[in-house]
């Protein structure tokens, strides 16, 4: 039997008041590096400190049978040089505290074993810090161009906080049916548990991989906004703007692919002059 006690390790308790706690998770909802790049940013520009980890040893699968190709999914990564190992990367689910701003964060793995025990553990440090909400920030590759900001959709546990997101300007609500996330288990548990939950997913372009800068500065500026957070995104603007230079100049040179990306930006256009109209 899984003991969250034991599994919860706290190097300090955090006090909040009615706090939020910010989540990211690699895996799943996390393309363009959306999810996690988006917390990180935050956690360095606001100098949170780790505060608690959740073990991992119960929570992935390392060797799962298979081809190279599969099993390559899984397997921990590893760097070797000049005969002699430098590092060896197992999962790492941290939490981190920044109270003046009465917010805490959390980094880590989608889990791929004991959903509701890794949710207990959530839950649980949510309780002891006196955290109140509870907000994913993920990502779906979409019709989105790279050259426009991601769409962003919004699900939540309950309507009064849709309502509330709704005057924040977050008005397109997630519709989805298919493999859930384990952030959607975490949300049908939510208001259960005694917390709001709310997910914000950015639309990102589908036709990229690796990270996208662009749309973690998006993300990060409507967080800043939402939680009146005082961070400075200079960097984060300008390493988008390089972004989507190089990435226009690598479109460029596919005929295929930039005629695609015209009908993008045309339909993406037309959608945002037919919402400004209704």
């Not at 009615?18 to 988006?38: H, I, K, N």
């Not at 000049?82 to 009465?102: D, Q, S």
């Not at 989608?110 to 025990?117: G, I, Q």
């Not at 990502?139 to 790279?146: K, L, Y």
Request: net charge negative; aromatic share 8%.
């Amino acid at each position: 039997m899984l003991n969250v006690e034991e599994l919860l390790r706290m190097r300090r308790q955090p006090a909040l008041d009615r706090g939020t706690l910010l989540l990211a998770f690699s895996g799943w909802m996390d393309g363009g590096d959306v999810s996690t790049g988006t917390v990180l940013r935050l956690v360095y520009l606001l100098e949170a400190e780790p505060v608690a980890e959740i073990d991992p040893e119960p929570f992935y699968i390392l060797n799962f049978p298979g081809t190279m190709e599969i099993a390559a999914l899984f397997r921990p990564p590893v760097e070797i040089e000049n005969g002699l190992i430098k590092r060896l990367e197992m999962p790492e689910n941290l939490f981190y505290a920044c109270e003046a701003h009465n917010l805490v964060l959390f980094v880590g793995k989608e889990p791929n074993l004991f959903w509701r025990t890794f949710g207990d553990c959530i839950f649980e440090f949510g309780r002891r810090c006196g955290v109140q909400r509870i907000l994913f920030v993920g990502s779906f590759g979409g019709a989105v161009p790279h050259t426009r900001q991601p769409r962003l959709y919004v699900t939540c546990s309950d309507t009064e906080v849709l309502a509330e997101m709704e005057k924040l300007g977050l008005r397109r609500r997630s519709s989805y049916e298919g493999p859930a996330s384990f952030t959607s288990y975490l949300m049908t548990r939510a208001s259960k548990e005694g917390f709001q939950m709310v997910s914000l997913v950015a639309e990102i372009p589908g036709y990229l991989q690796g990270t996208n800068p662009m749309s973690i500065e998006a993300v990060t500026r409507r967080l800043a906004a939402m939680l009146k957070l005082p961070v400075e995104l200079d960097t984060l603007r300008a390493a988008s703007t390089q972004w989507e230079l190089q990435v226009s100049s690598a479109v460029e040179q596919n005929k295929e692919l930039a005629k695609q990306v015209r009908q993008l930006e045309e339909a993406y256009d037309n959608e945002l002059l037919e919402s400004e109209e209704a």
